[in-house]
Antibody, heavy 125, light 109 residues
């Protein structure tokens, strides 16, 4: 059973760079996309971006200029960097595996499972 | 703003049936997935694809889709189903971008 464990700094000052890593245990790393998702306090989920084992990435256009997602296949890990953080980046950050399947005549559909435990990142001066 | 629209709050009497909806243009093409989130916990997948439940999810949870609307139905809601529910799908541009609905707070009365 695949498990995701994530870690990283929980308190940052404005303008610093957020850095989180997610490790994948108990399953295949290749053949999937791996995502980062965040949730500001009291608000909904926001997809940040994703990467596959080859390093191909997709990013949320609203964050693309500040986000870098990278992968280390030797360790079955992927990482998130978000530059120039502000208080608006305060959130719980989750990593998750992206799964895909075909559905007859419909395009491929996706879902997130499993999720990491979440890391609260607070940006404050 | 989210490209997937959910009602902010829905309530249901204990044991009754409730439907939570998610609207968006991308849902005409792509199936949604649904997540349950309880306070202080990570989201948990409850429905994916046409109507698939992961192992461990009770069969009172079901999914359906029609036009631009995806629905999550809980038949015989239990107290432990009180939570926030989020839908997710591709964005309407057809690119490899993903979007969540704003979430629905379900209260079981």
């Amino acid at each position: 059973q695949v498990q995701l464990q994530q870690w990283g700094a929980g308190l940052l000052k404005p303008s610093e760079t957020l850095s989180l890593t997610c490790a994948v245990y108990g399953g295949s790393f290749s053949g999937y996309y791996w995502s980062w998702i965040r949730q500001p306090p009291g608000k909904g989920l926001e997809w940040i971006g994703e990467i596959n084992h080859s390093g191909s990435t997709n990013y949320n256009p609203s964050l693309k200029s500040r986000v870098t997602i990278s992968v280390d296949t030797s360790k079955n890990q992927f990482s998130l960097k978000l530059s120039s953080v502000t208080a608006a980046d305060t959130a719980v950050y989750y990593c998750a595996r992206v799964r895909s399947a075909a559905a007859g005549t419909r395009p491929m559909y996706n879902w997130f499972d499993p999720w990491g435990q979440g890391t609260l990142v607070t940006v404050s001066s | 703003s989210s490209e997937l629209t959910q009602d902010p709050a829905v309530s249901v009497a204990l044991g009754q049936t409730v439907r939570i909806t998610c609207q968006g243009d991308s849902l005409r093409s792509y199936y949604a997935s649904w997540y349950q989130q309880k306070p202080g916990q990570a989201p948990v997948l409850v429905i994916y694809g046409k109507n698939n439940r992961p192992s461990g999810i009770p069969d009172r949870f079901s999914g359906s889709s029609s036009g631009n609307t995806a629905s999550l139905t809980i038949t015989g809601a239990q107290a432990e189903d009180e939570a926030d529910y989020y839908c997710n799908s591709r964005d309407s541009s057809g690119n490899h971008l993903r979007v969540f609905g704003g979430g629905t707070k379900l209260t079981v009365l």
